[in-house]
Nanobody
Framework: QLQLVESGGTLVQPGGSLRLSCVASAFSINDYYIGWFRQAPAKEREGVLCINSLSNRANVADSVRGRFTIFSDNAENTVYLEMNRLKSEDTAVYYC????????????????????WGKGTLVTVSS
């Protein structure tokens, strides 16, 4: 059964760093592009970054540009979200999601029209 499992969420101080992992099972991340989304309390879900592992092209939301990066480890079938200089407004549940894109090397999209979703991991930025 196709599955995405996020991990790494925790409490971190403002200005700190954190790395989230998204492990894919029962499918290859080369056949799907993977996106990271977040949803803060009382706010709509927001697309943060996505990556097309076949081409290594990434798309980044303006809200995190220069602070967050995304990269994939094809051997581990895992996509990582590296978060630096965290702010209180980064507090949210972070989800990874997959969109089928077999053979396509284009730029992934940050909308939530995705095929599969993980259950999320909570990141809290607070002192």
């Amino acid at each position: 059964q196709l599955q995405l499992v996020e991990s790494g969420g925790t409490l971190v101080q403002p200005g700190g760093s954190l790395r989230l992992s998204c492990v894919a099972s029962a499918f290859s991340i080369n056949d799907y592009y993977i996106g990271w989304f977040r949803q803060a309390p009382a706010k709509e879900r927001e697309g943060v970054l996505c990556i097309n592992s076949l081409s290594n092209r990434a798309n980044v939301a303006d809200s995190v540009r220069g602070r967050f990066t995304i990269f994939s480890d094809n051997a581990e079938n895992t996509v990582y979200l590296e978060m630096n200089r965290l702010k209180s407004e980064d507090t949210a549940v972070y989800y990874c999601a997959a969109k089928r894109s077999t053979g396509w090397k284009g730029l992934c999209l940050l909308n939530d029209d995705m095929d599969y979703w993980g259950k999320g991991t909570l990141v809290t930025v607070s002192s």
